[in-house]
């Protein structure tokens, strides 16, 4: 039995998330009909992560098992051949049998794109937030790191999420102008429902003066939901890179 471990790349816009949704047309449902179109056989494949509808992936994993011995750069070309035009793969690898594609995962890193601008960008409908009002990068940056650290995040967890605990660890935080667009980026070892796009709603909110300055730490320690900020669109929204130890991927023997 083979386990194999996909990468992906995919645009949000194009699918109802992630997660098989049945008469909905998701990345899972559009993988899953190709791999048995290429194999002839049912797989399951095991997903990094979850992300909504809108939210777009630079980077997801997941793996599934067969018995097929195709070989792994002709099932990738045969997946990207048959898959819908909003996603491909771009990498295709034998991992070792007990590979678990989310429990592995060490960590994530998503970024969230700001179109900083009064005249709104055609181009990025769908793939960056439109915001009008001229944001001061350095003092968000500064403002984002106060994220940073092993803490309870459960102000900035969505309601509906059944996790078992909503503390979790950012390794790395900040935010960055090329130009007319500002870049918000977050590394950490997991993620709430909604947790990225609600630091993001904050940020916004804290450079509004709407949250005061320096005041994220004391929202954190609130566990309090309504002391953060609204919830950003999905729209701007990235999974960027998914780590994982070198020791998990292991080449076919």
């Known amino acids: 039995m083979r386990n194999i471990k996909l990468t992906l790349m995919y645009d949000g816009t194009c ?12 990345v899972e449902g559009e993988l899953k009909k190709a791999l048995f179109r290429l194999l002839g056989e049912e797989v399951k494949p095991v997903s990094c992560s979850r992300t909504d509808a809108g939210v777009h992936a630079n980077e997801f994993c997941c793996n ?26 771009t990498k295709c690898e034998d991992v070792r049998e007990d590979f678990h594609s ?28 439109h915001y009008p009002f001229l944001l001061d990068e350095k003092f968000l940056d500064s403002q984002a790191k106060q994220f940073v650290g092993t803490h309870d995040f459960k102000a900035f967890c969505a ?4 996790v078992k605990t909503t503390e979790r660890t950012v ?20 993620f709430l429902y909604n947790m990225v796009r609600i630091m ?14 320096d005041s994220i730490q004391k929202i954190i320690l609130s566990k309090d939901r309504e002391l953060a900020g609204v919830t950003a669109k999905p729209d701007g929204l990235y999974l960027n890179k998914v780590f994982y130890p070198e020791v998990e991927q292991v080449a076919k023997q």
Not at 118 to 127: H, M, T
Not at 159 to 162: A, E, K, M, Q, T
């Open 171 to 190: 390794f790395d935080c900040f935010v960055k102008r090329k130009g007319n667009l500002v870049v918000f980026g977050v590394h950490g070892n997991g």
């Open 15 to 26: 699918f109802h998330g992630y997660q098989f949704q049945p008469g909905l047309v998701t």
């Open 102 to 129: 989310r429990y592995d995962c060490l960590g994530k890193e998503y970024i969230y794109k700001i179109w900083n601008s009064k005249v709104r960008n055609p181009f990025l409908e769908g793939y960056a937030l």
């Open 64 to 89: 599934f098992k067969t018995e097929n011995t195709r070989e792994n750069e002709k099932l990738l070309r045969g997946l990207n051949a048959v898959l819908p035009k909003g996603v491909a793969v």
């Open 200 to 213: 993001v709603g904050t940020l916004l909110s804290v450079s509004e003066g709407k949250i005061e300055k």
């Open 159 to 162: 309601s509906g999420s059944s």
